[in-house]
Nanobody
Framework: QVQLAESGGGLVQAGGSLRLSCAAS??????MGWFRQAPGKEREFVAA????????YYADSVKGRFTISRDNAKNTVYLQMNSLKPEDTAVYYC?????????????????WGQGTQVTVAS
């Protein structure tokens, strides 16, 4: 099993920044990512990164504004969110996959955090 503990959500004005953190514990995993879900919408991919290196993946809607990074020593992945927009408002979920290929849909991930609310005020 893998446990994921998220932190860092909150309320921010449009144009502001937030950093989300997700600490993983338990069995070894290879891929970690972030998804988000706004009220009345499906859960959507935001970004993902492999522990072994390689190019991170981003949704088109966040490219150039969000950066995913990892600290292997701490088993922690981060999502730095800059230039936030009201449409970024959602519950953000950390996710982990046992696979070696990044699949940009929820079914490609095996473990999920509890979610953290991000609200961007206009």
């Amino acid at each position: 099993q893998v446990q994921l503990a998220e932190s860092g959500g909150g309320l921010v004005q449009a144009g502001g920044s937030l950093r989300l953190s997700c600490a993983a514990s338990g069995r070894t995993i290879n891929v970690m990512g972030w998804f988000r879900q706004a009220p009345g919408k499906e859960r959507e991919f935001v970004a993902a990164i492999s522990w072994s290196g390689g190019t991170p993946y981003y949704a088109d809607s966040v490219k150039g504004r969000f950066t995913i990074s990892r600290d292997n020593a701490k088993n922690t992945v981060y999502l730095q969110m800059n230039s936030l927009k009201p449409e970024d408002t959602a519950v953000y979920y950390c996710a982990a996959s046992r696979g070696i290929i990044i699949v940009q849909v929820p079914r490609g991930f095996d473990y999920w955090g509890q979610g953290t609310q991000v609200t961007v005020a206009s």
